[in-house]
């Protein structure tokens, strides 16, 4: 439902911030024009190309544009705060570390500061753009709904949260199946409903009484068709199952599972593993080949042992596998028992460092390798935790359709460490099969660009 209006909503504002950024950088370049080289020099190209690619990743990893996004006004401003001030800092990368020392640091002041209002701009812009054609008349589609109960109401509040361009005109219920007061008018009773929505001028009635609970449904729909209004069936699945399910399809045959699994279809899961692959290969040949015998050496001067710790945990379909890391405690007997605390006095100076800045799990892209583990997913518990965890929280084996990852959505939320409460066990949980239900190869990315970032900011979490 108006899907297209929102994909044209998502053009419009794309279209907007770039048009924006590259007319900035124009303007800006015209105002310094004596005072800077050319901005048709190679240093100057190169940095308006590196400034719209960066914008250009950070804000569709953050998935700024998304249409959940840009309909709330808050939260899409907030967003786009947050991914400015990202796409600020990785500039500076950029700037600092390529020594590009010939652009005008004025210049890229201005830009900066330009953009940002610039986007501020076009965020007001957009919201008047947004509520111009929400309220156009030739737009508004009229609703009704057959019907008072528990899906009817949910259903209402779905058309008030995301239903652009819709009316929700009322409700049709017979007199005594109403009990309570309604935000909605009750029109009429259920077999009036034709009459009402023709009067109304409604063009779309959903039902939220299918025809096996009520057979005159059935010729509702047929009257409905003849006065061209669209009838469209809501079915209460609580019926027959209490608790959310995702609906496939075999051909006509509709398939029933208690949730979306992107990664159960193969091709889906090939470009996660060439992802994978693509980027421990990399981690493997130009990180791990000297950080191996730099912290190796140092580890083992502050604490005679082995460099890598390794640990049986919980990987994919509950399957055990071992788990690598650099060796962050002094060798003890309770690793296989006692999770690491805050303070822990069995963490030697060189692992608290290595634990801060997560140094301590490069070796797990080796996990990575050998298809043991991916980049992203649920973090590995070890197995008596796994135990333990899945006795406190329902869903906790649902983590473990998953291969276990060296970072997660629920890490980047916060929930990583020490696991002291139910509560946050729950929480982390749910970050994770939020992460299974929703994952995008995008997705992936943001994740590993998030982290990377929460590496540089620091994490209370990280001990």
Request: glycine share 4%; with cysteine.
């Amino acid at each position: 439902m108006n899907r297209q209006f929102k994909y044209y909503l998502q053009i419009t504002l794309i279209i907007l911030d770039f048009f924006i950024l590259n007319l900035i950088f124009l303007i800006s370049g015209f105002i310094f024009e004596n005072k800077i080289e050319p901005i048709t020099s190679n240093s100057y190209v190169e940095f308006w190309i590196v400034l719209n690619l960066c914008w250009l990743l950070i804000s569709f990893t953050s998935r700024t544009y998304s249409t959940n996004n840009i309909i709330n006004f808050e939260s899409f401003t907030k967003r786009s705060v947050q991914v400015y001030l990202i796409w600020v800092i990785g500039m500076l990368f950029y700037l600092f570390f390529l020594r590009k020392f010939e652009i005008s640091r004025f210049f890229i002041f201005i830009t900066f500061i330009n953009f940002a209002l610039g986007l501020l701009f076009n965020r007001f812009l957009f919201l008047g753009i947004f509520y111009h054609f929400k309220t156009k008349e030739f737009l508004l589609k009229k609703i009704l709904i057959i019907g008072y109960n528990e899906t009817a109401k949910k259903l209402a509040n779905y058309f008030e949260e995301e239903g652009i361009n819709m009316q929700l005109m009322g409700f049709t219920e017979d007199e005594h199946n109403v009990t309570e007061l309604s935000k909605h008018p009750i029109l009429s009773d259920i077999n009036n409903s034709i009459q009402i929505a023709k009067e109304l001028n409604v063009e779309e009635i959903f039902s939220t009484i299918t025809p096996e609970q009520n057979n005159y449904i059935y010729k509702l729909m047929n009257i409905a068709e003849k006065e061209c209004i669209r009838f469209k069936i809501v079915p209460d699945l609580s019926l027959f199952i209490n608790k959310p399910v995702y609906i496939d399809y075999i051909r006509d045959m509709p398939i029933l599972s208690m949730r979306s699994e992107p990664l159960d279809d193969v091709g889906n899961r090939i470009k996660k593993r060439a992802l994978d692959i693509a980027l421990s290969l990399f981690v493997t040949i130009f990180i791990l080949s000297w950080l191996i015998p730099l912290l190796g050496l140092l580890i083992y001067l502050e604490s005679k042992g082995p460099i890598i710790f390794s640990q049986m945990r919980t990987g994919k379909n509950n399957k055990n596998f071992r788990c690598y890391k650099f060796r962050s405690m002094r060798v003890n007997n309770e690793s296989d028992v006692k999770q690491a605390t805050k303070n822990d006095y069995r963490i030697t100076k060189i692992g608290k460092f290595i634990r801060k800045t997560s140094l301590d799990e490069f070796p797990q892209f080796l996990n990575v390798l050998k298809g043991e583990m991916s980049v992203v997913g649920p973090r590995p518990h070890m197995v008596r935790h796994t135990e333990d965890y899945s006795k406190i929280v329902d869903q906790f084996m649902v983590r473990q359709f998953l291969k276990p990852g060296i970072t997660g959505w629920a890490q980047i939320n916060g929930f990583r460490g020490e696991i002291t409460d139910s509560e946050q066990l729950k929480m982390r949980v749910n970050n994770d099969l939020w992460y299974l239900e929703n994952w995008t190869i995008w997705f992936d990315v943001r994740i590993i660009f998030l982290t990377v970032y929460k590496v540089f900011k620091g994490d209370k979490n990280a001990f």
